[in-house]
């Protein structure tokens, strides 16, 4: 080889640098599907959650807006909502409010005031509430637990309006796509 003659190589910089060029786009692409694909993600969670609660407020305020009127059908419709222990003993936990609504012919006017999903972090040792019941694998693939506070004045035959405050702590399972209340607790 002669001083004359140009030296060939197996890379030209021009061909280093586009294959460096090529590796940093396949890279950055990679980073962009991962980015989106954990964007759809916590915006599908985001989705259902609002779905959780929305169920939780709706049922709540059946529950906080039954009159004598309504009892039957109110009854109805929570029972619809519901799942697992609490659909199977609707009945006898509910037909003593039965009663007493009809009783006293009370007129029940609510609003559910908040809505949110309980969420622990960081909890301290000795500070952890009792995890959710969960519905068997086969009926539900998941439980969040949701604290509703709402406020009903009940006017009953003849008497003076009574305030009522619910703070509640229901649980709301997955149940083929749907929310449904499986777990209805008081809070203090």
């Known amino acids: 080889m002669s001083e004359a003659e140009p030296r060939t190589g197996v890379f030209s910089p021009f061909g280093v640098v586009s294959a460096v060029l ?15 694909s954990q964007h759809r993600d916590a915006e599908a969670e985001r989705v259902y959650q609002a779905r ?66 309980e969420v622990l972090h960081n909890e301290p040792d000795g500070q952890r ?19 509703v506070v709402a406020t009903s004045v009940s006017e009953n035959a003849g008497g003076k309006p009574t305030t009522v405050r619910w703070n509640l702590r229901l649980g709301v399972s997955d149940v083929d796509g749907e929310p449904r209340i499986s777990r209805l607790e008081s809070v203090r």
């Open 52 to 117: 959780v609660m929305q169920t939780a407020a709706e049922w709540t305020g059946v529950l906080i807006n039954m009159n004598t009127d309504n009892v039957e059908p109110s009854l109805q419709r929570l029972r619809d909502g519901t799942v697992g222990e609490l659909n199977t003993g609707f009945d006898a936990s509910i037909a003593p409010y039965r009663d007493v609504v009809r009783t006293l012919r009370s007129t029940t006017t609510g609003q559910v005031d908040s809505v949110s999903l």
């Open 129 to 147: 509430p009792q995890p959710p019941e969960r519905l068997p694998d086969e009926l539900s693939g998941r439980t969040d637990t949701v604290l």
């Open 22 to 36: 090529g590796v940093v786009a396949l890279a950055a692409a990679v980073l962009v599907g991962v980015l989106w």
